[in-house]
């Protein structure tokens, strides 16, 4: 039997290698005139190529940095105000696509942006589109209504519909450039967002099968990807496969290894994607059950043990930090009370107490 469902996706999704050449093309169908780009410096010389050419780009913000700071956030949303940009594009990973939903939403009241990080303001009613091209294939944040910002060592995961990107243009070839270390790292992300979507309480058909889809495609791609940056059929796929990812989370959210991330990352500064993949393999083996035995076949990955197993390999293999005494000497309790104080942890399908979480990080010590 079929339970319930509600599925909702309000997206416009462009994806094809060489797409973003077509940017102002798609300005112009768009009504868009002056639209901000923001944008970390590694795209910084191709923005000003884009704002000095004119041709609906009126300017760039190109201070984000991994993990987006309410500062670069504010002062990006302070330039589209002065500029009267009618649009913001965020390129980049997930920091400079949530930055630009962020900014976007407090354009008309920059100065409040402490107020509306703290949720102690609703956002404004009014603000500007968003268009958001991925160059990293991980978060997903191209189709998710999530941005992630932090202000000083305070990270918030900031829920709202309206951060709901209007367009998201995927062009695997701006990915091109992406170093071996944060292939992985974001590719794995990917991964922990199917699986986490699948297993998720709040799973449900439609992005069940995106789930598997992107788990497929990641099996077959990311060592390929990882190998090998002009390998452009794996690239192009894991591209694709992250949109997948996005998409199978963006409804059911994630769960426990999510949960898990955010200690990780407060206490030892560790990249998301790097958080998420730590306990990823002892998530799948403690979620183990015949849905997820089910998924393991029809992606074509083999068993649950496989799975698990294949990840440690991936991790290893890419100098990813496998155990707690390479990240710091927080105690595995504090890790596992916090990890089990956040919301995300109640999503998880097998109930994760702190006794248990405690159990996990001490396995991984
Ligand atoms: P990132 O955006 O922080 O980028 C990682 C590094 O790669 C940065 O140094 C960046 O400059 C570099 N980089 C990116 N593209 C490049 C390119 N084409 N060439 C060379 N270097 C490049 O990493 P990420 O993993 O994509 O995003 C992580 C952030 O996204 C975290 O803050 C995380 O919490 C958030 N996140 C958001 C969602 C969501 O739904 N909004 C989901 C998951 C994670």
């Not at 709040?202 to 495609?217: F, G, T, W, Y």
């Not at 183990?288 to 698990?308: F, I, K, N, Y």
């Not at 005494?325 to 105690?331: I, M, S, V, Y």
Request: aromatic share 6%.
């Amino acid at each position: 039997m079929i339970a319930d469902f509600l599925y909702r996706q309000p997206v416009e999704i462009h994806f094809g290698r060489g797409k973003f050449d077509g940017l102002p093309a798609l300005l112009a169908e768009k009504g868009i005139r002056r639209a901000l780009i923001v944008c970390g410096s590694h795209f910084a010389p191709k923005a000003e190529a884009l704002a000095a050419a004119g041709q609906g780009v009126c300017g760039v913000y190109s201070h984000i940095q991994a993990d987006p700071q309410l500062a670069d956030v504010q002062a990006a949303a302070a330039l589209a105000s002065r500029l009267e940009a009618d649009a913001i594009i965020g390129v980049g990973g997930g920091s400079a696509m949530d930055s630009a939903k962020f900014a976007a939403a407090i354009v008309d009241d920059f100065d409040s942006a402490d107020a509306y990080f703290t949720g102690k303001r609703p956002f404004p009613a009014r603000r500007l589109p968003v268009i958001a091209v991925p160059t990293t294939s991980g978060t997903g944040s191209e189709v998710t209504q999530v941005s992630v910002i932090s202000r000083g060592e305070e990270k918030r995961t900031i829920n709202d519909p309206a951060f709901m990107p209007a367009l998201a243009l995927v062009d695997p070839a701006l990915g091109d450039t992406v170093p071996p270390h944060v292939v992985m790292c974001t590719g794995l992300d990917a991964l922990a967002h199917a699986l986490e979507g699948y297993w998720s309480r709040h799973h449900q058909p439609i992005s069940d099968l995106m789930a598997v889809e992107a788990v497929r495609r990641i099996w077959a791609n990311l060592e390929r990807a990882w190998r090998d940056r002009t390998d452009t059929e794996a690239c192009d796929e894991m591209a694709f496969a992250a949109l997948l990812g996005g998409l199978s989370f963006a409804l059911p959210k994630t769960a426990g290894c999510h949960a898990c991330s955010y200690p990780l990352c407060e206490h030892f500064h560790i990249s998301h994607g790097e958080a998420c993949a730590f306990t990823l393999d002892s998530f799948v083996l403690a979620n183990a059950d015949d849905r997820l035995a089910c998924l393991c076949r029809a992606a074509g990955v083999g068993t649950v043990e496989d799975l698990a197993a294949r990840i440690r390999e991936w991790k290893a293999m890419a100098g990813l930090r496998t155990r707690l005494r390479d990240l710091g000497d927080t105690p595995p309790r504090q890790l596992a009370r916090e990890a089990a104080a956040h919301p995300l942890m109640g999503n998880n399908p097998v109930p994760m107490d702190e006794d248990a979480l405690c159990a996990l990080f001490t396995a991984l010590q």
